[in-house]
């Protein structure tokens, strides 16, 4: 499912050159759950982001569903983030003045789905996710809670192989962040593969497997 | 075809916005709004300007008669002298190019002595003796009767066409004064037609208290004998009057043995040069019109991007997210430039009308006050080129949305998603 081996990626800002992925080897298979760990960093939001194909690697060889994600023009990019990756963000990422039914139709939109349609399928992702009643409500309106529901629906509604969260729990109270955690394992028994970044131990220890960084390398990548 | 799916995401986006949705509009309204209202202000007053002139013949001019400077054939400098009969027949048989003719006489009075009177009426009015080559020239306005005809001049008819201003005063206002007759300098003159001045303003309200009577007659109830005041001519269309002006001099000097050389014997007056400067003046005028209207829609239009600077750096995180979510490039650019160009076309369309409603208002205001002001007439703007002006703003606004957008794909999405 996904296949990454020697992994290198490099920030310059400047005349500094910082090496964050000091070559990364990693396969993960579909339908697993699985945690990325590491102190700040370790480069494990950088390791999200090139899985996501929302950031370019230096070096290495990235293999997602047997597709090499490697030199992609921003249009075939685009349509992979589309077809095959649903994101949630730490701090949600919604669109400010569309509705929660809206933001979670979004992606149906650039996939030329029609709007009523993708309103109806949007409404029924809420509804898996029990808030379905708030489908009128701008993000302003919501909780934390909620707000990371509507992101999950977004995430999910293009059936997506992989979805990749971002801390999905930074910005929830631990009640929330529980709750969160079996919207996820509940979305990974349906056969998509969770891969999820987090720095809270209580989080990763809810994940099948977790995955140490440490300053750019893979520590330990067992499985619980 | 119509992506109705894509102009409600426009409009949706838009509506949601309303804060920088009014105030990119407003810099576009306010650039086409302000255009309009200049080119139709300076249309105005040219306007206004031209109908001072009335239906003047334009290719004219005037002769009349000074003191000689140069002593020429036994005569010494300085000798009065007077144009008459035998040079109006001289003239109209060796200039070909002439068209029109009009001698002219003016009659005592006018001044301020009364030397009009019907019945317990009098008026003080200025009285010409003219031919009807005059109304081709100065052309008025007759509101009822006719103008002087050949008949007149050939029978001295004692007969006037008098101006509004005329009948005002000499006849009660539910009185025709056609075919009545008006006592002038002590003769009876029968009323055969009255005018009105094509002119506005003062111009006008002289001209209408004039009094207008057959040449010949003039000559002889106020003892002119055979003399000429002054001559008014034209020249044949596409000829310009200065070939005939220069013709009329050299005849009318051989005639009363003036030196060649003497430039000061003969007065005259060129319309077609005084004409010419105007429409310099005008052209000018115009040409200012457009520096300062093409400034004021560059100031819209950097105003616009100005507006789509901010908007776009206010949005590129929701870009990133749009791309996190699978929009592509040109997706992103398209959404923009469609946001853009919509609300250009609306808000400079808005301008357009609210512009010309303005015009139009100011028209009719000056209408039904009944003052057709001396400085400003008839405001107009060609819609050309209103609309013209609409579609630069608008491939304008296509560039300013372009540029930002441009720039905010071309930087990673992740980078977008990052910016706050």
């Keep these: 499912m996904i296949h990454l081996s020697n992994i290198h990626k490099s920030y310059v800002t400047g005349a500094n050159k910082l090496h964050v992925l000091k070559g990364i080897d990693l396969i993960i298979e579909q339908g697993e759950l699985v945690s990325i760990m590491g102190s700040s960093g370790s480069g494990k939001s950088t390791l999200l982001n090139i899985l996501g194909i929302l950031d370019d690697y230096d070096n290495g060889l990235y293999k997602l569903h047997n597709t090499e994600m490697n030199n992609l023009s921003e249009k075939k990019a685009a349509y992979y983030r589309n077809n095959m990756i649903g994101f949630v963000f730490q701090s949600f990422n919604l669109i400010s003045f569309k509705n929660a039914m809206e933001n979670v139709a979004l992606p149906l939109y650039y996939q030329g789905v029609n709007r009523k349609k993708r309103n109806k399928i949007a409404l029924e992702y809420l509804d898996r996710m029990g808030i379905k009643d708030w489908a009128e409500h701008l993000p302003s309106e919501m909780s934390g809670g909620q707000k990371q529901r509507v992101a999950i629906a977004r995430a999910l509604i293009t059936n997506p192989k992989v979805i990749l969260a971002d801390e999905p729990t930074g910005a929830l109270d631990s009640q929330t962040s529980l709750e969160v955690m079996d919207l996820f394992r509940e979305i990974n028994k349906s056969g998509i593969t969770m891969i999820i970044v987090t720095h809270e131990k209580d989080i990763s220890e809810r994940t099948d497997r977790v995955i140490r960084l440490r300053d750019g390398i893979i520590e330990n990548g067992q499985y619980n | ?420």
């Design chain 2, 1 to 420: 075809m119509i992506d109705i799916d894509k102009w409600k995401e426009i409009i949706n986006t838009l509506k949601q916005n309303k804060v920088r949705t009014f105030f990119t509009a407003f810099g576009v309204f306010w650039g086409i709004f302000m255009l309009i209202i200049m080119l139709g202000s300076g249309k105005g007053l040219k306007n206004a300007v031209f109908q001072n002139m009335g239906d003047f013949a334009t290719n004219s001019c005037f002769m009349w008669t000074q003191q000689t400077s140069v002593p020429y054939k036994g005569f010494p400098r300085g000798r009065f002298f007077r144009f008459n009969n035998g040079d109006t027949e001289a003239l109209i048989e060796k200039i070909p190019e002439l068209k029109d003719l009009s001698p002219r006489l003016q009659g005592w009075g006018g001044d301020g002595a009364n030397n009009a009177v019907r019945n317990e009426k009098t008026g003080a009015f200025t009285i010409f003796g003219d031919y009807p080559a005059w109304n081709k020239i100065d052309p008025i306005k007759m509101t009822s009767g006719r103008y002087i005809n050949d008949l007149d001049i050939k029978n001295n008819r004692k007969v006037v066409v008098i101006g509004k201003r005329v009948v005002e005063v000499l006849f009660e206002t539910d009185e025709n004064p056609l075919d009545q007759y008006i006592k002038i300098n002590g003769v009876y003159f029968k009323v055969v037609g009255v005018f009105k001045s094509k002119k506005n303003g003062q111009q006008a309200e002289r001209e209408e208290q004039n009094i207008h009577m057959p040449f010949t007659t003039l000559q002889k109830i106020y003892n002119f004998g055979e003399d000429v005041g002054w001559y008014a001519m034209t020249a044949q269309d596409n000829i310009p009057v200065d070939i005939v002006e220069t013709k009329a001099k050299e005849i009318l000097k051989t005639r009363h043995s003036i030196a060649p050389e003497d430039d000061r014997a003969i007065g005259g007056f060129n319309v077609s040069k005084e004409f010419k400067k105007m429409r310099g003046l005008f052209a000018g005028i115009n040409g200012l019109i457009w520096i300062v209207g093409i400034g004021t829609l560059l100031a819209g239009v950097i105003g616009v991007s100005n507006i789509m600077l901010v908007i776009i750096k206010e949005r590129t995180k929701e870009i990133g997210i749009q791309r996190a979510l699978g929009a592509t490039p040109f997706k992103v650019i398209w959404q923009i430039i469609n946001e853009s160009v919509f609300l250009t076309s609306i808000a400079g369309s808005i301008g357009l009308v609210v512009g010309f409603w303005l015009i139009e208002l100011i028209n009719y205001g000056l209408e039904s006050s009944g003052g057709s002001s001396e400085m400003f007439k008839n405001p107009e703007v060609d819609f050309k080129i209103a609309v013209s002006a609409l579609i630069i703003l608008i491939i304008s606004g296509i560039f300013a949305g372009l540029i930002p957008a441009k720039r905010a794909v071309s930087i990673k999405p992740i980078d977008a998603l990052r910016s706050e």
